[in-house]
């Protein structure tokens, strides 16, 4: 007898546990925090990761802030009620006070703007190979705490046509036989390739993200289609192989769709500059073009053979940094009009942002409103005055990443796609140990942890509460103590970014023109994102 209730209550405790992983796998987890020199991680291991989830107000009179700081909050959320006249507190982690300041953010949610198609982040080969040698709980942990609900939401995706950079070395399909027009070689895809179709297959499983958008890119060709007939340096695409390239960006789209993934965008290539003028800093596999020859390939064979076979895989223009938007479009339109007329979206990268103002993006814009316009690379150590790998905890980092979103949020993007999801902790690996930072970093020494960085909940703020199809609306600060970005989201609420990058607590009232008022305190060097109805 007792040794069967000894047998009942061990049972019992086990049906505890297990309901108790179960339910918490969805629920709401807070952050396992580590301190390290430079600021807070959020540490995950094969058992455990941080999650939250939708703290929408469950009625009219409430509204929520979601906050994180450089203090150590991550996603702390607290609640209040709209009209009151008392400043509902956002408590920092260390629970210090400062002298406060005040803003006023008037939000006029009749006044839209761009819509919204997304956020996400890259997968590429050396993704894939970090996730390969983590067991499989600490690499679902990764895949939901970014493309779940639970975690930060996203739903694009960008990926490397082939080789790129973040990879064991550079390389392409049919590099053999040479000179090959018919691309007789290309009839299957790479182990490697295989490989990350099936983690992202899983991904999709684990997560249940709705819509996942991926988007591909290629480096470079096999060199014998390149005038150098080398991975990097000065080059051009031979103009006998125009058709075979577009014909190898169909190929690979085709041999993914039979894996069963289908591309949603591919862009007309990576960063064409790297061939053209950075060939000296670009060591890694790269395409040089200009606008006008750029302009004769689209119009005369991408552009046709893509729509010929994929009518609604969407072709991205140019791929490269914020500077080249000033001109690249007005000269491809004046050699081919109808090439920008194949290009559905602009992307660009955001390497040279803080030297380059938005101007150069609104010239873009103003011409071509209609197109859907994403950053689809970002990450930080990629400048000789930056360390060129992660620094865990470094909340200026996220900081960067912050004033980032909200300019080009602030002028009609659509979404960004950040880099590598994950790197290990020198920030590869890379074949030519371009290493750089990321907004999760696995422990390659004993495969047992991820740190999520400050980056990660930086983006979070965005991404996890501006929703695919939210819309921008009027938002204007009174003065510079916050910066500010509000959307109107599908369900019918509002989400509103008030950014503090300053030393001093502030004191922040939310005029809506259609609710009123919501007052809240934000604690220094905090991000915050108000939900409201």
């Not at 709705?210 to 096999?222: F, V």
């Not at 061939?275 to 800093?281: A, D, L, R």
């Not at 993007?413 to 074949?431: R, S, T």
Request: with cysteine.
């Amino acid at each position: 007898m007792g040794e069967g209730c000894n047998y009942i209550e061990k049972l019992l405790a086990i049906c505890i546990i297990v309901g108790f992983i179960a339910i918490s796998s969805q629920a709401s987890a807070p952050c396992a925090l580590r301190e390290y020199k430079n600021g807070f991680v959020c540490v995950c291991n094969a058992t455990y990761c941080d999650y939250l989830d939708d703290p929408s107000p469950e009625n009219e009179e409430e509204f929520v802030i979601v906050s994180s700081s450089k203090a150590g909050l991550r996603f702390g959320t607290t609640s209040g009620k709209v009209n009151d006249t008392s400043f509902t507190t956002v408590l920092d982690y260390n629970k210090t006070t400062a002298r406060t300041r005040k803003v006023t953010i008037n939000v006029d949610r009749e006044k839209q703007y761009q819509n919204i198609t997304g956020f996400g982040g890259s997968f590429t080969g050396s993704v894939s190979y970090i996730l390969d040698k983590l067991p499989q709980g600490l690499q679902d942990h990764i895949y939901k705490s970014f493309y779940a609900q639970e975690g930060i939401g996203f739903n694009l995706m960008r990926t490397s046509i082939g080789g790129c950079d973040f990879d064991s070395k550079a390389w392409a399909y049919n590099e053999e036989p040479e000179n090959d027009a018919a691309l007789s070689n290309f009839t299957d895809l790479d182990p490697s390739e295989k490989k990350r179709i099936e983690q992202i297959k899983h991904l999709k499983e684990v997560t249940n993200v709705e819509n996942l958008r991926i988007k591909a890119a290629a480096w470079s060709p096999p060199p014998w289609m390149k005038t150098n007939n080398k991975w990097t340096g000065v080059s051009r695409l031979k103009e006998e192989y125009y058709q075979t390239w577009a014909d190898y960006h169909v190929r690979w789209i085709e041999l993914w769709e039979k894996q069963g993934l289908p591309i949603w965008a591919i862009s007309t290539g990576n960063e064409p500059s790297n061939g053209v003028i950075f060939m000296f800093f670009a060591k890694f596999m790269s395409l040089g073009w200009l606008p006008e020859s750029q302009a004769i390939w689209v119009s005369e064979h991408l552009g046709p053979t893509m729509r010929n076979k994929y009518k609604d895989v969407i072709i991205f223009g140019n791929d490269d940094q914020r500077f080249t938007f000033a001109f690249w479009f007005k000269m491809m339109k004046a050699v081919r009009a109808d090439s920008v007329d194949y290009l559905s979206g602009l992307s660009v990268h955001w390497y040279w942002d803080e030297i380059f103002k938005p101007v150069f993006i609104d010239i873009a814009r103003k011409e071509m409103p209609d197109k859907i316009m994403l950053v689809s690379e970002s990450c930080i150590g990629d400048k000789p005055w930056q360390k060129a790998a992660p620094v865990l905890g470094d909340w200026s980092r996220g900081e960067k990443f912050a004033r980032a979103f909200l300019q080009d949020l602030q002028h009609d993007f659509n979404g960004w796609i950040d880099w590598n999801i994950v790197l290990d902790e020198q920030g590869g690996p890379n074949y030519v140990e371009n290493f750089v930072d990321a907004p999760s970093i696995a422990n390659m020494t004993t495969l047992s942890e991820v740190y999520k960085q400050p980056m990660f909940y930086v983006m979070g703020h965005f991404s996890k509460f501006i929703p695919e199809g939210s819309r921008r609306v009027l938002s204007e600060r009174t003065n510079v103590n916050v910066d500010t970005v509000a959307f109107a989201r599908p369900d019918g609420s509002l989400a509103v970014i008030a950014f503090n990058s300053g030393s001093a607590g502030v004191n922040v009232t939310i005029s809506d023109t259609k609710r009123g008022q919501i007052n809240f305190s934000v604690p220094p060097k905090s991000i915050n994102t108000v939900l409201y109805n």
